[in-house]
């Protein structure tokens, strides 16, 4: 994808012609997944299958703003850069934590490749793919409280796919609406030299407006 986005970048001149400025709100869901363990506590490595909530409709929201650049030279082709604050938290609570939940977001930062299908109606889809990483707000603790981890982490790396469709509504703003599939591996710290591992997808809906900066 970073190859593929140089070669773009190259070949559109020293600047794009098309700057455009995305902000969203949606929702997210994701299944279960196998989160592996160790407080540090003297019972080694441990594993358990989790049940997430995505909590879209509680504060903080599911969000997201991105900045698309579409190439002079390739208008159909464009790189991007996003950011979406996207929660998962344990539902029910599986033994052993009384908090295991990424609340403040697991907050996925991705570069996009992106593609549209420019025609003459107000009406034009697109599609992407992206890679980054996560900086998650790691909230878990024991069912003793013995070890009680609330702090942003790096947690790795992240990867998504999205598809959706644009509404010009006059040469400045558009409204959108899409569906993304993310997938985040998750590889943070617990206190007392503990660490959790899990990878996580994520389906998410997002609708939103578009301001752009300058046209093609």
Known sequence: MAMSAACFAQSAGPAAAELVLSFYLGANASPDS???????????AQSTEVSWDGEALKMPPYFGVRATWWFDTRP???VAFDNVHAKIAADPMPEGFSA????DG??????NVQYRWLNDSRFTPYAGVGVGFTTPHVEVRTEGGSSD??????GGAA????VGVDYRINDRWS???EAKLAKFWLDVDLENDGWLETDVVSRQ??????YTLGRR
Do not use: S
Not at 159 to 162: E, M, R, V
């Open 34 to 44: 196998t989160v592996e363990y160790d407080f540090k506590e003297g019972a080694g």
């Open 76 to 78: 159909n082709w464009g």
């Open 100 to 103: 295991l939940e990424f609340t």
């Open 106 to 111: 697991v907050n996925m930062y991705t570069g």
């Open 149 to 154: 981890t609330f702090e942003y982490q790096f």
């Open 159 to 162: 990867a998504q796919a999205l």
């Open 175 to 177: 409204a959108f609406g």
């Open 205 to 210: 809906i997002a609708f939103g407006v578009n």
